[in-house]
């Protein structure tokens, strides 16, 4: 079939086409209008020790990223989400909460971003808080004994030092040294190295915290924007698809149409004798 031939078909219909989809169009935007806007809010947890460390600990980082995807799980979970519905006094239950909340975790990382969607943006808010506090409140906190007894133990090897870096330094300043002076000098250089390492191991000890620690990073905040349904895309979809149907139904109805004798006639007498 030619270019002529479609044109043929098709522009005497041209107002139906025309007027078949501006009204899908209308009617999808209407649709749009009604349907009940999406909104997306985050909260991000980081998972382990305190970034502020100079140095963290590969091993604790390590543990840290598998907790992640522990936190991820957990977040998702009926006690959870029951705990979350209490405290933001929901109308819903849990089954219809997961649908409505999830978690992204970057790869190899340990950060935790819940997410929560609602038709209000301050209820998808208060979800993604909620759901962080539920997972905080949950994470393993510091032992007060353990921390005690950290610092005791590191008051004593403080006291320790400064005892033996002090009785060193009296021997250093003698003009001469007796071979017993010279042997206690030595062996106070290398208890002062070995209570030096102990300290630093105490210190690194307080300082590394638990690889299951959690500390929210990122509060999250009611959108000003909601993330659909886009009103553009139902009605350019709708648009197209109405097009298609009414193009198809055009050229439905010229093949049942019954052919005008006269165009019949006219390919009979061109045909060769």
């Given amino acids: 079939m030619d270019l002529r031939r479609h044109l043929a078909i098709l522009r005497p219909a041209a107002p139906l086409i025309v007027g078949m989809v501006g009204l899908a169009v209308v009617v999808a935007f209407v649709v749009s209008l009604l349907l009940p806007r999406i909104y997306e809010s985050r909260a991000t947890l980081y998972v382990g020790q305190a970034l502020s460390e100079a140095q963290l600990d590969y091993n604790g980082l390590l543990a840290s990223q598998i907790l992640t995807q522990t936190y991820g799980r957990l977040a998702t979970t009926r ?13 819903t239950t849990p089954e219809e909460l997961q649908a409505n909340v999830s978690t992204e975790i970057p790869l ?28 905080l409140s949950r994470a393993p906190k510091d032992d007060p ?25 009296k021997l ?70 109405a097009l298609a149907l009414v193009v198809l139904l055009i050229y439905v109805i010229d093949a049942f149409r019954p052919e005008d004798p006269r165009m019949t006639a006219k390919r009979t007498d061109r045909r060769p004798a």
Avoid: C, W, Y
């Avoid at 006690?79 to 109308?91: F, M, T």
């Avoid at 353990?146 to 320790?160: F, G, I, N, P």
């Avoid at 030595?186 to 500390?215: C, H, I, K, W, Y």
């Fill in 145 to 169: 004994k353990q921390v005690a007894d950290q610092k005791a133990r590191l008051a004593q090897l403080d006291s320790t030092i400064a005892r033996v870096e002090a009785e060193a330094n």
């Fill in 172 to 241: 250093r300043g003698l003009a001469t040294l007796t071979a017993a002076q010279s042997d206690r000098l030595d062996l106070l250089g290398e208890r002062l190295v070995a209570f030096g390492q102990a300290r630093a191991a105490v210190l690194a000890e307080m300082r590394a915290g638990s690889p299951n620690a959690l500390t929210l990073v990122d509060p999250a905040t009611a959108p000003a924007f909601p993330v659909g349904p886009s009103r553009v895309l139902i009605v350019g979809v709708t648009g197209a698809v």
């Fill in 79 to 91: 006690p959870v989400l029951e705990a979350v519905i209490q405290d933001q006094h929901l109308q």
């Fill in 108 to 135: 190899e990382g340990t950060l935790l971003v819940i997410v929560a969607r609602s038709d209000d943006p301050g209820i998808a808010a208060g979800i993604a808080n909620s759901v962080a506090q539920q997972l």
